[in-house]
Antibody, heavy 121, light 108 residues
């Protein structure tokens, strides 16, 4: 089955760290760029970060630059998001998503189930 | 950063009607515009990319049009399963990929 299965969400204090994982199966993982997109409760979609098929290009939204790190392991067909210096405003449901393109960022055609990250003291 | 503005915020329609959703970009995105559908408690679903190309498995009642700064998503003969929130997204200028704020299509 073609799917993305996420893990790693949870409750963390402001200033803390969390690592999200996204395990891909059923397709050629290294043919696709991958992304993280978040959605705060009751709000819209917000792109967080993207990575090209070979990790040659990594991009971040300004609001996470310097705090979050995207990575992938094509051998393990997995995508990761290391989140450091978390803020209350980072509280959201985080989705991993597959791009229809390998090198550039286009459209997201397969999404994980989401992982809730709550930043609160 | 390209800002996408969707209108209206909410559409109240009856099943069987045809609806048109609008997405306006703050500057030209050529035809690099995507539409997603999101239902409560679910991840978004890709509907349209390249402004008018339906994604795999998307019914023909969904159609997209436009280029430059003005785009529309038309849903013909609305089905019960089409009541959802619809988002547009551009990929002409990145980073970042940007999304519109969404249009909710609700039952009248």
């Amino acid at each position: 089955e073609v799917q993305l299965v996420q893990s790693g969400g949870g409750l963390v204090q402001p200033g803390g760290s969390l690592r999200l994982s996204c395990a891909a199966s059923g397709f050629s993982f290294d043919d696709h760029a991958m992304h993280w997109v978040r959605q705060a409760p009751g709000k819209g979609l917000e792109w967080v970060s993207g990575i090209s098929w070979n990790s040659g290009t990594k991009e971040y939204a300004d609001f996470v630059k310097g705090r979050f790190t995207i990575s992938r392991d094509n051998a393990k067909t997995s995508l990761y998001l290391q989140m450091n210096s978390l803020r209350v405003e980072d509280t959201a449901l985080y989705y991993c998503a597959r791009d229809i393109n390998g090198a550039a960022y286009w459209a997201l055609d397969l999404w994980g189930q989401g992982a809730m990250v709550t930043v609160s003291s | 950063e390209i800002v996408l503005t969707q209108s209206p915020a909410t559409l109240s329609v009856s099943p069987g009607e045809t609806v048109t959703l609008s997405c306006r970009a703050s500057q030209s995105v050529s035809s690099k515009l995507v539409w997603y559908q999101q239902k409560p408690g679910q991840a978004p679903r890709l509907l349209i990319y390249g402004a008018s190309t339906r994604a795999t498995g998307i019914p023909a009642r969904f159609s997209g049009s436009g280029s430059g700064t003005e785009f529309t998503l038309t849903i013909s003969s609305l089905q019960s399963e089409d009541f959802a929130i619809y988002y547009c997204q551009q990929y002409n200028n990145w980073p970042p990929l940007t999304f519109g704020q969404g249009t909710k299509v609700e039952i009248k």
